[in-house]
């Protein structure tokens, strides 16, 4: 299955929170996952990426965590952001080295 | 450096009418790559370029078609616009082949009336 699938759609979180977007695999030939952010108007940008041999990967106030047995990967927004308002998407890289992006979920927070 | 630039930025045709679609880098990528952006559907990759010379179909490739130029340039061609095309148009390039790391440009919208 080449799909990923990506929760919430959308996510309304206060100045100061924790934002979580939740992304589901079924693919295990991926072998990177990438999660890319896009504020409007503008084309999407490399967030952070992942290995699956990694389960944990932090970046500032962003970190992935990586759950190879259930297929699942999430992004954690840390301390949330007027300035984090913007559309994410995951992505997982296929055995065809081109990228499955998910839905994307975007993320409105408010001060 | 201007990364990835992407002409027009708007465009509005009527059905049947045909348009290309420009894209350029000038980070010396080898791999580049056009997608379509819709509401709830994320980005659906329509055709890619590992590099100058080849081109190839990704999950949505019907009703357009593509020509790797040059090692700078990448377009994308509707030869007849039907409403469903409407949508954003993203050009991309990578590094190299299969590479996570994407930088995309600004983005074409599209409206066909």
């Known amino acids: 299955q080449q799909q990923v699938k990506q929760s919430p759609q959308s996510l309304i979180v206060q100045k100061g929170g924790i934002s979580i977007i939740n992304c589901a695999y079924e693919?295990?030939?991926?072998?990177?996952f990438p999660w890319y952010q896009q504020f409007p108007g503008k084309g999407p940008a490399l967030l952070i990426a992942?290995?699956?041999?990694?389960s944990e990967k932090k970046e500032g106030r962003f970190t992935i965590s990586f759950n190879k047995s259930a297929k699942q990967f999430s992004l954690h927004i840390m301390d949330s952001q007027p300035g984090d308002s913007a559309t994410y998407f995951c992505?997982?890289?296929?055995?065809?080295?081109?990228?499955?992006f998910g839905t994307g979920t975007r993320l409105q927070v408010f001060p | 450096n201007a990364g990835v630039t992407q002409t027009p930025k708007f465009q509005v045709l009527k059905t049947g009418q045909s348009m290309t679609l420009q894209c350029a880098q000038d980070?010396?990528?080898?791999?580049m790559y056009w997608y379509r952006q819709d509401p709830g559907m994320g980005l659906r990759l329509i055709y890619y370029?590992?590099?100058?010379?080849?081109?190839d179909k990704g999950e949505v490739p019907n009703g357009y078609n593509v020509s790797r130029l040059n090692k700078r340039e990448f377009s994308l061609r509707l030869e007849s616009a039907a409403p469903s095309q409407t949508s954003v148009y993203f050009c991309?390039?990578?590094?190299?082949?299969?590479?996570?790391?994407?930088?995309f440009g600004p983005g074409t919208r599209l409206t066909v009336t």
């Open positions: 370029s590992a590099s100058e010379g080849t081109t």
């Open positions: 980070m010396n990528h080898n791999s």
């Open positions: 992942i290995r699956p041999d990694v």
């Open positions: 991309a390039s990578s590094g190299r082949q299969g590479g996570y790391e994407q930088y």
């Open positions: 992505a997982a890289r296929g055995p065809t080295d081109k990228l499955i």
């Open positions: 693919n295990t030939a991926f072998d990177y």
